[in-house]
């Protein structure tokens, strides 16, 4: 798999990984005002000095729980006899909340650039309500922890490139990743920094890998409508590259690149249907939290971006069937 080389590689692999900040600050603002809980954001990243807008904390509020909704259905459907791998994961927090609410998997695997890794472990190692969790949950041996990986028994981190397959495998195994496991694949807006080849290989990776298993994608969708040009020339003037924009063109783009690379049934859904889908109660609550003004650009926003997830299921577990 090629990485593509020399300093123009280098500086837009570093505006990636400047995304997870972003991803990380804003959640954290959303947390701060309310739309959900953290406790543990706080210990990766600062308060954001500016107030986010409130269709931006709307927009994280319905990706953080669409997710974390299909997340909670694959553990309940496998009854937690599983693995979770967090692709990208920059400084999520998903380990801390499933370890609060006694639905951690078996074992819960991230992924990301070393550089992110190292920063992740410098603050769980610096942080005791980060650290005292993985220590609760590890059985036996001092667990392992360097530079740039986890290495415990419920919760691993990795620092490797999405692109280079046979590394990123080699690594996972050696930390105890289980392909005969049903193993559940999370990619949050990380997909999209990659090209099309390149994410799909992953994805084929992945569905070649483990007989049993879920791939969960969010990112952005309709990109070629004059909304989504202008976010890819916002984007690029930050120096960052939305390189797998090809794949994001259309609800059925997700689709088929899910389904043409090894998996059995797939579904995707905009930001609107997913708001629209999640527990009415709960977004009445978070719709008084702040004024909105411009609703219209919520729309957008949300019309712009989309969970697709896919499944294949030796098990015959019903994966399925799992949906919002
Ligand atoms: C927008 S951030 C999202 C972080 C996290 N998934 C979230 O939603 O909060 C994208 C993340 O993907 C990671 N990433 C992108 N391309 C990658 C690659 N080729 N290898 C490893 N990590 C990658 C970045 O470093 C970054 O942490």
Known sequence: MSRGAGADSDTADEAVRGTCDDASICKRFAVSIGYWKDPYIQYFVRQAKERKAPEINRGYYARVHGVNLLLDAFLRRTEGNCQIINLGAGLDTTFWRLKDENLLPKKYFEVDFPTIVARKLYNIKSKLPLSKPIMETHAGESLLIDAHSLDSTRYSIIGADLRNLQDMEEKLLKFGMDAQLPTLLVAECVL??????????????????FPTAMFINYEQVNMADRFGQIMVENLKRRQCNLAGVD????????????????????????????????PQEDVRRIE?????????????????YCISWATKDGLHLGLAEITF
């Open 192 to 209: 999209v920094y990659m090209t099309s080849e390149q994410s799909s290989s992953l994805l084929k990776w992945a569905a070649d890998k």
């Open 247 to 278: 794949a994001c063109q259309s609800l059925q783009s997700q689709m088929d690149r899910l389904l043409s690379n090894g998996w059995e049934a797939a579904d995707a859904w905009n930001m609107i249907k997913v708001y629209c889908g999640l």
């Open 288 to 304: 008084k939290l702040e004024f909105l003004d411009e609703k219209e650009l919520l729309e957008q926003l949300l019309l712009h």
